[in-house]
């Protein structure tokens, strides 16, 4: 009965490959986000989108590309993969705000999946 | 340019003792903390949020305190309980500034160890 869920848990692979990761959420939620925690264990967003939209792009190489089919859902596909892509990858989803529910401090409480870990050789 | 620093990696706290761990921002534009906790092989959980409005928020053995002069925040942990070791993230968004992109700027987090 996990909230979010995401697989594979952990993924190996060669340089120059391509793969993907999967995300699901079964809160609810309207907005979905794709985290990397990198050696230095820095969280750091790279994408969001909120109802298929994408919402956020940080700047991350276009070889990552997330993919919404539906809300509840936000798989990540990377192509060409590099040495450098080696990281933690989590899943998070949230409801979102609304003007009225700012002050309401849960409502922007992003729940997250147990992460990927990809290693690239 | 980290705008979210915990210069502390880790802490070691004995059981029962209060556990304070600290937060800077350097974005005025952030009205909103959260912290994170983190077990081994599993994603963060909520633990505590506090919005701009306010300079405490308590919820059980957990307390938030903001600081926005000094754009410090800080976790108290009272008692400190065995189960509470784990990695804790400070976490920040603008969300009046850029509403309806609720992203979240991650500390790099700090280990806390509690001593039985």
């Known amino acids: 009965d996990t909230a979010v869920s995401q697989t594979p848990k952990y993924l190996v692979t060669q340089m120059g490959n391509d793969k993907s990761i999967k995300c699901e959420q079964n809160l609810g939620h309207d907005t979905m986000y794709w985290y990397k925690q990198d050696s230095k264990k820095f969280l750091k967003i790279m994408f969001s989108y909120n109802n298929k939209e994408l919402i956020i792009n940080e700047t991350v190489p276009n070889r990552f590309s997330p993919k919404s089919p539906d809300k509840a859902h936000l798989n990540l596909h990377i192509n060409s993969l590099e040495l450098g892509d080696s990281a933690v990858y989590f899943c998070?989803?949230?409801?979102?705000?609304?003007?009225?529910?700012?002050?309401?401090?849960?409502?922007?409480?992003?729940?997250f999946g147990p992460g990927t870990r990809l290693t690239v050789l | 340019d980290q705008q979210v620093k915990q210069n502390s990696p880790s802490l070691s706290v004995q059981e029962g003792r209060i556990s304070i761990l600290n937060c800077d921002y350097t974005n005025s534009m952030f009205d909103y903390f959260l912290w994170y906790k983190k077990y081994p092989a599993e994603g963060p959980t909520f633990l505590i949020s506090i919005s701009s409005i306010k300079d405490k928020n308590e919820d059980g053995r957990f307390t938030v305190f903001l600081n926005k002069s000094a754009k410090h925040l800080s976790l108290h942990i009272v008692p400190s309980q065995p189960g509470d070791s784990a990695v804790y993230f400070c976490?920040?968004?603008?969300?009046?500034?850029?509403?309806?992109?609720?992203?979240?700027?991650f500390g790099t987090g700090t280990r806390l160890t509690i001593i039985p």
């Open positions: 998070a989803s949230s409801q979102g705000l609304t003007a009225s529910s700012y002050f309401n401090t849960r409502l922007n409480e992003q729940f």
């Open positions: 976490a920040a968004s603008a969300i009046l500034a850029n509403f309806g992109n609720e992203k979240l700027t």
